[in-house]
């Protein structure tokens, strides 16, 4: 893994946190700080998961919880607090006010903590337990919102608070380009120096759009033949019906369309079900492949099983994004007790 990690910054050029120095200490391959672990997971081949529900095409995986806080919004936050860092608008007193469905969140805190940033996170009260209590262990205020007005309403609360309170800014994880920039810049170029331009199709779930904008920008250049897929709940298909509605899905749709988000970019579109998503991060962990994740990435894999089955994909490698670890959810439905499968 740390030979990997020398790897990645030759690939990106540039270390992903610049506000730290990070160099081997006496020789020895020691980092000087948790922030410089972000990025270069690793991809994973899931073949149990293939041969058990009969696919022809190729699933690989992503493993986007491996990065420190255990969610692939690590690469955002960092990439958007560096720019807030390096701004006219950052001061001492800078008080930073995000609305997340949670994994931002955490992410957010800790690095905020990191470099000793005031942080309120604005999140709906119907998301995980898990992720209000690790923003709050980081050191952050949470303010809840109503669940019948989703992330949405996290996100105009947040615009409130930011309106009226001294010194606040916000990173704006659905309008802010460098969140699916530094996608371009670190997931894309993992995935292709790890699977070449051997890229047939490209799957991600939509919440603010980041990871599938930039990665699929980059491949589409590269591998023009990529297909694209996003994924959204049933409960909430704004971009395949155009409606928004509450759902389970807990960091998939916000119940808008992102402003970061290329609808254009997208070839596909599948819609999971809160049920078949449980299920499938269930399926991740107890039979097929020993993997916790969570529920969005249990909605990523049901979509990427549907497609791997069909005809057409016989042999074609599909890569998903899995995007956080099943820690994020103790009190949802993916643990309550059920017979295993």
């Known amino acids: 893994m ?36 972000v ?3 690793p991809l994973l081949s899931l073949n149990r998961l ?10 690989v995986a992503k493993l986007e919880f491996m990065n420190p806080m255990s969610s692939t919004k690590d690469r955002p936050a960092l990439a958007m607090l560096k720019q807030l860092m390096s701004s006219s ?19 957010c805190a800790w690095l905020c903590a990191l470099h000793g940033i005031k942080l309120t996170i604005v999140i709906p009260e119907h998301m995980s337990i898990e992720r209000r209590k690790m923003i709050q262990h980081f050191g952050a205020n949470v303010v809840l ?32 380009l460098a969140n699916p920039e530094i996608h371009a810049r670190t997931t894309a170029q993992e995935i292709i120096r790890d699977c070449g331009e051997n890229i047939d ?12 904008t930039g990665i699929a920008s980059v491949l589409k250049q590269v591998s023009p033949h990529t297909q694209i897929v996003a994924v959204e709940p049933a409960r909430c298909p704004v971009l395949s019906s155009g409606r928004s509605g509450v759902h389970g899905i807990q960091g998939l749709s916000s119940g808008h369309v992102p402003d970061i988000l290329k609808r254009e970019l ?15 991060a269930r399926a991740l962990a107890r039979t097929a492949e020993g993997l916790a994740v969570g529920i969005s990435s249990g909605a990523t894999a049901c979509a990427a099983v549907r497609i791997a089955q069909q005809a057409e ?17 103790y009190s949802t439905a993916l643990f309550e007790q059920e017979t295993h499968a």
């Open 89 to 107: 608008h950052f001061c001492a007193q800078t008080h930073i006010i995000e609305a997340t469905s949670g994994n931002n969140g955490v992410s």
């Open 201 to 212: 199709v490209f799957i991600a779930g939509v919440g603010t759009g980041g990871s599938l």
């Open 145 to 176: 919102t109503p669940k019948h007005l989703g992330t949405k309403g996290a996100i105009d609360h947040a615009k409130e608070l930011v309106k009226a309170t001294p010194y606040a800014v916000s990173l704006d994880q659905f309008g802010n």
């Open 50 to 59: 293939a041969k058990k529900h009969a696919c022809v095409g190729q699933l």
């Open 266 to 280: 997208i070839d596909r579109i599948e819609t999971v079900e809160d049920e078949d998503a449980i299920t499938y």
């Open 313 to 329: 994909y016989a042999d074609k490698r599909i890569v998903m994004i899995l995007a956080d670890t099943a820690e994020r959810y």
């Open 2 to 37: 740390l030979t990997q990690r020398r790897e990645h910054d030759e690939i990106e050029g540039e270390n992903l946190n610049e506000t730290t120095t990070s160099k081997a200490l006496g020789g020895a391959n020691i980092y000087s700080c948790v922030s410089d672990l």
């Open 39 to 41: 990025g270069n997971t």
